[in-house]
Nanobody, 126 residues
Framework: QVQLVESGGALVQPGGSLRLSCAAS????????IGWFRQGPGKEREAVSC????????FYADSVKGRFTISRDDAKNTVYLQMNSLKPDDTAVYYC???????????????????WGQGTQVTVSS
C-alpha cells in the first residue's frame, strides 16, 4: 500500500522552529519530486517548498524563503521540512506529496503530484 505519512506538526510560539517529516512506504521516493504544501484556515492550498527528483534544485514560496529548508534522505525514504522563525501566518495543515516528473523539473502545482499524505497541523500562536 502506497503511503506518505507526515509527522512533526505541533503548537509553537512565534519565532520557534519545527521539523516536519514525511515518510514513504509502499514505494521509493527515489526518482520522485517531493513537494510540501499547506492550507491555512480559509485559504487555498499553496506550494511551500519543492525539490526535484534528482535533488539539488529547490523551490520556495516567497513567504518562506530564508526560513524553511527542504531536504530529502532517499536512503531513509523520508523528506523533511525544517521551519525556522515561524510566524502566525504559517499556521496551516502541511501536506507532503510525491510525483514522478522529469529529472530536472521542479513541480509546483498540486496536480503534478501523484501521492499525498494526510497532513499534519502546524499552529503558530502565543
Amino acid at each position: 500500500q502506497v503511503q506518505l505519512v507526515e509527522s512533526g506538526g505541533a503548537l509553537v510560539q512565534p519565532g520557534g522552529s519545527l521539523r516536519l517529516s514525511c515518510a514513504a512506504s509502499g514505494f521509493t521516493l527515489d526518482g520522485n519530486a517531493i513537494g510540501w504544501f499547506r492550507q491555512g484556515p480559509g485559504k487555498e492550498r499553496e506550494a511551500v517548498s519543492c525539490i526535484r527528483s534528482t535533488g539539488g534544485s529547490t523551490f520556495y514560496a516567497d513567504s518562506v524563503k530564508g526560513r524553511f529548508t527542504i531536504s530529502r534522505d532517499d536512503a531513509k525514504n523520508t523528506v523533511y521540512l525544517q521551519m525556522n522563525s515561524l510566524k502566525p501566518d504559517d499556521t496551516a495543515v502541511y501536506y507532503c506529496a510525491a510525483g514522478r516528473t522529469g529529472p530536472w523539473y521542479i513541480p509546483r502545482f498540486g496536480y503534478e503530484y501523484d501521492y499525498w499524505g494526510q497532513g499534519t497541523q502546524v499552529t503558530v500562536s502565543s
